[in-house]
């Protein structure tokens, strides 16, 4: 859906000064307890809000339990999408739907604590347009799943341009003028937090402590990881394709050189004998081109999907 044909025109009179926008998939456990601490949190602070749900094709009772807080509270607006398109697509589209001053995009497994809530505020309102909570903990998490994340940040602030804060997720305050600037990004392949930071604008931090799923199980697997780092690098980095052809041009020099030398040898002396040196050198050189390969085809492959310009996500229905 584009952002042009989404009516962004206040709900009621009262025009909401906070989105809280959380894509929600087979919450159904976790939802009501979200909710409950959302509101709580944000009935506190006295001011008007709404809350926005994207429902990125639960295949549980979620949607059954998202109808039913919406049917009690008008705060509530449910986007409910016609299959499952993924975390980043669900977070624009609550960006999209958005219309609050300040949006605040967390979680709704409740690793992101709506606590913490107030504090994003507090920096949005001494002049920060961006405001990112930033791990100082991260409970219930793996050893292999800290220090993959460790690496992965490391690697992509040396890869690119573009500052992206370590040990941070897609739980921050956006300011309405960056949330419009995003919204006019519809890139296929996104990674959020990167283009948050990309677009600029003053930025601050607000270290927290990260919590355990309150039920269920990661939505983030590994072969999903992989591919949302893959994301995040094409998308921020032409790095791989300088590395390639880096090493095609020192490979061609090696493989000078080994001609040369093989030339001497056999003129010289026996030491070259049969084809075995020769079948792993062609084996060898036959991989690298590969993966050559695979990395331009990566890139290629993000070309294709925003020439077919297909619609970010299909909208089933909205309840607002």
């Known amino acids: 859906m584009n952002a042009q044909s989404i009516n962004l025109e206040p709900l009621t009179d009262e025009h909401p000064i906070y989105s809280i926008v959380a894509p929600v998939f087979n919450e159904a456990e976790t939802l009501p307890h979200f909710y409950e601490r959302v509101i709580k949190v944000m009935e506190d602070l006295g001011e008007p809000f709404e809350i926005v749900l994207i429902n990125d094709g639960s295949r549980d009772k979620t949607y059954s339990i998202l109808q039913e807080i919406h049917a009690k509270d008008a705060r509530v607006r449910v986007i409910d999408f016609s299959r499952n398109f993924g975390h980043q697509i669900a977070i624009s589209a609550g960006l999209d739907y958005a219309q609050g001053d300040a949006v605040i995009v967390l979680d709704s497994d409740l690793q992101d604590p709506p606590e913490v809530v107030p504090e994003l505020i507090a920096r949005w309102r001494e002049g920060a347009e961006v405001v990112y909570a930033q791990r100082a903990k991260r409970k219930g998490e793996t050893f292999f799943k800290l220090a993959t994340a460790a690496a992965f940040y490391r690697l992509i602030q040396r890869i690119t341009a573009v500052n992206i804060p370590s040990d941070t997720g897609d739980f921050r305050l956006l300011d309405r003028q960056v949330v419009d600037t995003l919204i006019k990004m519809r890139e296929h392949h996104r990674f959020m937090r ?25 939505k983030y697997p590994l072969n999903k990881m992989i591919r949302f780092s893959l994301d995040a690098i094409t998308s921020f980095s032409h790095v791989p394709l300088q590395i390639a052809t880096s090493l095609g041009f020192g490979l061609a020099l090696i493989s000078l050189i080994g001609i040369l030398i093989a030339i001497i040898l056999r003129l010289f002396t026996d030491a070259i004998v049969g084809q075995a ?34 619609p970010l996500y299909i909208v089933r229905k909205v309840l607002d």
């Open 194 to 218: 990167g283009l948050s930071a990309w677009v600029g604008f003053r930025q601050d931090a607000v270290l927290y402590e990260r919590h355990e799923r309150f039920a269920g199980t990661t």
């Open 277 to 310: 040196t020769t079948l792993i050198m062609v084996l060898f050189m036959g991989g690298i081109q590969l993966i050559f390969l695979g990395i331009i085809g990566e890139y290629l492959g993000r070309i294709y999907d925003e020439v077919r310009a297909r």
